[in-house]
């Protein structure tokens, strides 16, 4: 029986995307575990992974076609002993539709199901594949992971089915497997019970009003001015940065920092560094370090490591450290996860690896999601102090500026020293201005006696 691919959610939050290119052609063979299409969403492209063997048929929707919705049939695949030339395209009415309410069911003029008659099962799809799998994958037991989880299980000798999956909608990825290596699997939310209606979403925030576009078009001179459609991403960023402001209440606590340790410090390590292939094994960045220092702080203030929700504080057990990297376009958070438990050394190789491919939208979306603070950095620019807006669900994010000479005031004598500005910007639902200056007192500790990051 031919078996429909869709359109793949990526993420919890995906209702479309665009459909960048097929990597396989109508007549190709398919193999399990094959990379079929690569999808682009607002922040990241993503490879779809073919689950279950066979041929591929029809290619319904073409590469390049933009906003595609989620649960789309894309393509579909002839399974074994079938002839993929009699199978055709489905009509776009057999995708999957929403569950009719039984309200507007009962007026419905259509005859009633006979008593005997069974329910068709409803598919379900993966965000991995896309592909219509009632429930798992066509082949009904192969569990739902990405293609690294996949690898690494698969080198390691683990069985994928007793692993639960801490990724978004359970997916198991590689920090599960390193779990799992070590004796304990990552834990994941129980999945709902068979049958069970999932959670609605929760509303957006509505928009402030504003003047519409005609009427600001208006304000210009006919002529005067190019427009520029906004893509994906740039929408992405104005809807989620203006729902932040709208519903976060945001307190600001500014400190300055002393740098000059710092700085020494910094200069030994990197000149420490051994070679690797010619080259040194790190180079250590002020940022790197500041990302450190703040994820060593959030462990030592664990009452802000937090998230807010309306039912509960979200007390987290881990650091996982955000840092906002601009790309074209816009901007992208990747996460250095743990980042307390990590060395100076691998934060310094994993910002510069997840910096690199999200500038070609190659990060995964459990590389880019979720997360307990953040760093934005704007000190590269020459920028002095500045004010960052929280992203949800992130209860604090830290701004920080350039490091400068300043003159500053030492057991009783001006004397000259490089100071950094940073600002600290919290949910005032979960973290109190006096926790909020805890957290950067902790910070500046760390900062302007950087030896104790070492040990």
């Known amino acids: 029986m031919p078996v429909n691919i869709l359109m793949p959610a990526l993420s919890p939050t995906m209702e479309k995307g665009n459909l960048a290119k097929w990597l396989k052609k109508e007549g190709d063979t398919i193999k399990s575990g094959d990379i079929i299409a690569e999808i682009e969403t607002d922040k990241a492209t993503m490879e779809v992974e073919a689950v279950d063997e066979g041929i591929l ?21 002839a399974g074994e002993g079938e002839d993929a030339k009699s199978v055709s395209a489905p009509a776009k009415a057999d995708a999957p539709k929403a569950e009719v309410p039984k309200a507007e069911a009962a007026k419905s003029e259509a005859p009633a199901p006979k008593a005997d008659a069974k329910p068709e099962s409803t598919p379900q799809v993966t965000a991995e594949s896309g592909f219509n799998t009632g429930g798992k994958s066509v082949s009904g037991d192969r569990p739902f992971a990405s293609p690294l989880a996949r690898r690494l299980a698969k080198d390691a000798g683990i069985d994928l089915g007793k692993v639960q999956g801490s990724g978004p909608h359970g997916r198991i990825v590689e920090k599960d497997i390193e779990a799992a290596k070590q004796g304990g699997a990552a834990k994941a939310a129980p999945a709902p019970a068979a049958g069970a209606p999932a959670a609605p979403k929760p509303a957006a ?35 989620r940065l203006t729902e932040a402001k709208q519903t976060i209440p945001h307190f600001y606590v500014t400190l300055d920092c002393e740098l000059d340790a710092l700085l020494k410090l910094r200069a030994e390590l990197n000149a420490a560094a051994p070679e690797k292939d010619g080259k040194p094994a790190y180079k250590l960045s002020v940022n790197d370090m500041v990302i450190k220092a703040l994820a060593l702080a959030l462990r030592a203030v664990p009452d802000a490591n937090v998230s807010w929700t309306d039912g509960a504080m979200l007390k987290h057990k881990h650091a996982d450290v955000g840092v906002a990297v601009s790309i074209p376009g816009g901007l992208i958070t990747p996460i250095i996860r743990d980042a307390c438990h990590k060395t100076l050394s691998q934060i310094s190789n994993e910002m510069k690896d997840m910096a690199a491919r999200a500038k070609t939208r190659k990060l995964k979306p459990e590389e880019y999601q979720g997360g307990t603070s953040a760093v ?8 002095k102090d500045f004010a960052a807006v929280i992203n949800p669900p992130h209860a604090t994010i830290l701004a920080v500026g350039a490091g400068e000479p300043r003159a500053v005031v030492k057991n009783g004598q001006l004397a000259v020293a490089t100071v950094m500005s940073v600002t600290l910007s919290t949910d005032h639902r979960a973290v ?24």
Do not use: C, W
């Open 57 to 77: 048929a029809r290619i319904v929707v073409p590469e390049g076609t933009a906003d595609v919705a989620v649960n789309e049939v894309i393509g579909v695949i």
């Open 205 to 239: 925030a509505p928009l402030a009003a504003g003047p519409s576009d005609e009427q600001t078009k208006k304000l210009f001179a006919p002529g005067s001015y190019e427009e520029i459609p906004h893509d994906g991403m740039r929408k992405t960023i104005a809807r």
């Open 376 to 383: 934005s950095n704007l000190g590269m620019f020459g920028v």
């Open 432 to 455: 109190d201005g006096a926790l909020g200056a805890e957290l950067l007192q902790a910070f500046k500790g760390y900062i302007e006696k950087p030896m104790a990051m070492l040990v």
